[in-house]
Nanobody, 119 residues
Framework: QVQLVESGGGLVQPGGSLTLSCATS????????MGWYRQVPGKQRELVAA???????NYADSVKGRFTIPRDNAKNTVNLQMHNLKPEDTALYYC?????????????WGQGTQVTVSS
């Protein structure tokens, strides 16, 4: 069973920075892609950033230029570095790991970590 453990959430002032970390129970290369999603009450979970096994990254338009998704292959972690945070970045952030089996996508999720941007 895939285990994803997130850390690094918290309260930060607007314009500040925060780094989230997601550690996997196995090699990150077991997954076709890993990413970060976020969700606020009453809204659908949305993709923030993702990185494929081959290293291709994808970012939501709202975070381009502010967030990056580096990974540490040796530590089997994928981080989300967030800069110039805005109040609208406040959400519960989830780590995601995606695999494909028999043509179907299999998603694993972390427990979520809260990010609050407020003065």
């Amino acid at each position: 069973q895939v285990q994803l453990v997130e850390s690094g959430g918290g309260l930060v002032q607007p314009g500040g920075s925060l780094t989230l970390s997601c550690a996997t129970s196995g090699s990150i290369f077991n997954f076709a892609a890993m990413g970060w999603y976020r969700q606020v009450p009453g809204k659908q979970r949305e993709l923030v950033a993702a990185i494929t096994r081959g290293g291709t990254t994808n970012y939501a338009d709202s975070v381009k230029g502010r967030f990056t998704i580096p990974r540490d292959n040796a530590k089997n972690t994928v981080n989300l570095q967030m800069h110039n945070l805005k109040p609208e970045d406040t959400a519960l952030y989830y780590c995601n790991a995606a695999r494909y089996a028999l043509g179907s996508r299999l998603d694993s999720w972390g427990q979520g970590t809260q990010v609050t941007v407020s003065s």
